[in-house]
Every structure is written in C-alpha cells, then in structure tokens.
C-alpha cells in the first residue's frame, strides 16, 4: 500500500517513504502554505466490515471519494460524500471480476473496474471498449488500454483516437503519472520503457536497464542507470518525446552536503548542473545537512534545523560514523511540487510526514501515518490530506486556516 523506494548507495541501502504510487494519472496538487501554520483532523471513516486485509484503493472526484475494496472475484465498490465533516455513504455495490482490483480508476464521470464503466453519479453499470486482460489507464487525452505491446487511447467508450504496437515482445503499460507536454511514459514488464504521444500514439524507446530510473523534467526526460556495483552511474536526458539529447557520467563516489530544490520540475539544463558538477547556484533555494546533528537526522532549510530521523533518505553514516549524502536523485523526488514539499520522518518505529515551506524554512508538526506495521499510504490534495491504514481505516486532515 506504500510505495518504499529502494536505493542502493554505496553497498547500503536507503528506504524513502512515499505517497501512493499510481498507474493512473496522479491525483493530488500542491501543499498550500497553511499547513505549516497548523493542521486539524478534518474526519475519519472506519474499515469496511468484515475487512480482512482485502486490496484496497481509493481516489476522489470532486467531493465524491471512491473506495473500492476487493478479492481475486469480487470488487465492493462505495462512494462517499466528503464535502462534510464527516464522509456520507452514497451508494455501494459488488462488481464481479477476473483478478483482484488492486487501485481505483476513474474516467470522466466513471468508474473504471476491469471491463465495466461504473457511473459515479446514478452507479449505472456499461461495458468499456476493451477486455477485461486489459491494463489501463487514464489519461488527460482518454483511457489507454493495453494487450500485450498493444496499446489503444480510447477519448469515448465509443472512439478510439489512436493504436499504437510497441518494439517489445513484453506485456505494456502506461504510467500516467508520469505526462511531459502531451507525452507519457509506457513500460515493458522487461523494464524496456518507452515515451508514447498522447495524441498520435508514436512512441521512441529510452535507454534503460533493469537499474534504471526514470523521472520527467519541465522540458524532457531524464534516465538515471546504474551497473551492478553501482558506481558506474550514467545520465541520459531527452527531449519531451524521447528524443535523445545527451549523457555523461555522473560523480557517484563525491560526497556532497547541500540539495538543490525547485517548486518546478527540472528544466534538463539544471539536471545536466546538478548531475554533473553538484552545481546548485540555478536553484530557488537549497537545503543542507544540520551542522548541529551528529546523527545524520537533520535538515537544514534557510536557517532552520528539520528533524528526518534515522533512515531518512537524504544522509545516512558512513562505515566511519561520518554523515554523508545518499543519491543526488533525491533532489528531484523534493522538488516539482510547490512550495511546500514533504519530507517523511521516523522515529523509532513511529511514522509521520513534516511539510516544510522550503523557501523561508517552516515547517509543521508531524503528521503521523502510523508505525511500521500499521503500514499507511496517503493522498494528497492540497488542503486535504487522506491517510490510509492496513487496517482499513481512512483519517483526513486539513490546514487549522482553512
């Protein structure tokens, strides 16, 4: 249900707790400012009955929140109502299906569960234009769905805008998380992955392994790959439909103690700074290792010391005890999204989320997700912050301002 991002640095290992991964388009916008003034418990809503560590998932609409709850044959479906202080059941119903559904999809007005569009509004039940072997996902140009290498982008249930066979024998699909200018990212179950048009269906291959790491850029896309001992890193960058603009080597054994960061996704020029040289001086802002924290637990953010905790993703110790930095990529899983960005904190077996305006360095309290074992995802949404449990459990909360 949370998605542990694993580097291997230097023959350690880092976990990076992050929000909920998706195939589908992401759903959450920027942390407003008013959650490092203070933040209240908005509502919750209790499991499901009878919820036996079925999958879960969930995405909302508007003011509609969409849970979908299933086994390997049967997908419960229930939309709430969360524009209150407290969510209000609307309708629910079972869907029967081939496998089990393990995220929440929605198209237009529709609920997407394997074959069949569930209306959101009336629940009214229809058949989508592809098979239940299908993997899809939505996309800001229409649903894409896709058999084998062949992927269709269907604009209506009715009219397929395009269909496009991909250069690999390998199961695909498309991750719209990941859209530059009208250009997704598509991948094999081979780790071959691909930049498709979202408008015509062409596609140009990226250069990959199986310890690549791809990440779109304000202007292109950047591949990150390592070799088995991973020291010899290499960085590729491409324009926003994958074609090939350069690469170089990238200086795994140096050590560096100060992030750049960017409310904006990198442009490739900044990359190629940063990646190559460390080069910081084209950023907005930057945050370093705390001078005052021996324990490699700390940030620092225009003057102000931020607390991480131990295994957090940006310093760790060294076989010396000394602290140094984990992987120059973790600048760009903190920048793109505003200026509040959120940093994810550990102490002991307690987990929780500090947001910091990374500009004038404030931050807010924990936001707690719960222990180790409790294993909670979160969504979030701007001025809403949905916290999932293993258990079945929602908890939302919101700024204290708004």
């Not at 419960?76 to 609307?90: A, R």
């Amino acid at each position: 249900m949370v998605v542990i991002l694993v580097l291997a640095i230097a023959g350690s290992t880092v976990l990076v707790l992050r929000n909920r991964g998706s195939d589908d388009a992401r759903e959450r916008g920027t942390w407003s400012q008013g959650w490092v003034d203070g933040f209240e418990e908005a509502w919750s809503l209790e499991a499901p009955a009878n919820f036996r560590r079925q999958e879960m998932s969930m995405r909302t609409s508007g003011n509609r929140m969409v849970r979908i709850v299933s086994t390997s044959s049967t997908a419960t479906v229930t939309v709430f109502d969360i524009s209150k202080d407290s969510p209000k059941q609307l309708w629910e119903i079972q869907q029967q299906v081939t496998e089990t559904v393990d995220r929440t999809l929605i198209w237009g007005n529709k609920i997407v569960v394997e074959n069949t569009l569930i209306d959101i509004t009336s629940h009214e039940r229809s058949t989508a234009p592809w098979g239940t072997d299908s993997r899809v996902a939505v996309t800001s140009r229409g649903a894409i769905s896709c058999v084998e290498a062949t992927c269709r982008c269907w604009s209506s249930p009715s009219k397929m805008l395009w269909e496009t066979d991909f250069a690999t024998d390998s199961p695909m699909r498309v991750h719209s998380y990941a859209v530059v200018d009208e250009h997704v990212l598509a991948a094999s179950s081979d780790y071959e992955y691909f930049v498709v048009d979202l408008n015509t269906g062409a596609t140009n291959p990226l250069k990959t392994n199986g310890q690549s790491i791809q990440r779109p850029l304000a202007d292109g896309w950047l591949v990150h790959t390592s070799g088995k001992s991973y020291t010899d890193e290499t960085i590729y960058l491409y324009e926003p439909d994958g074609t090939f603009s350069e690469s170089f080597e990238s200086h795994t054994d140096e050590p560096f103690s100060t992030y750049p960061w960017s409310p904006t996704l990198f442009t490739r020029e900044q990359a190629r700074l940063w990646f190559k040289d460390f080069d910081t001086s084209w950023a907005p802002s930057t945050y370093t290792l705390s001078e005052a924290d021996r324990n490699c637990e700390s940030i620092t953010v225009n003057g102000n010391d931020i607390v991480l905790g131990e295994e957090n993703s940006l310093f760790t110790a060294n076989r010396n005890g000394k602290c140094t930095s984990t992987s120059a990529l973790q600048a760009m899983y903190h920048s793109g999204e505003g200026q509040v960005q959120d940093f994810s904190r550990r102490d002991g077996d307690e987990r929780s989320l500090v947001l910091v305006d990374m500009l004038t360095g404030r931050s807010s309290d924990p936001i707690s997700l719960g222990t180790r074992d409790e294993f909670a995802s979160y969504t979030a949404l701007g001025d809403l912050l949905i916290i999932e449990f293993e258990s079945g459990e929602f908890i939302a909360y919101r700024p204290t301002s708004s």
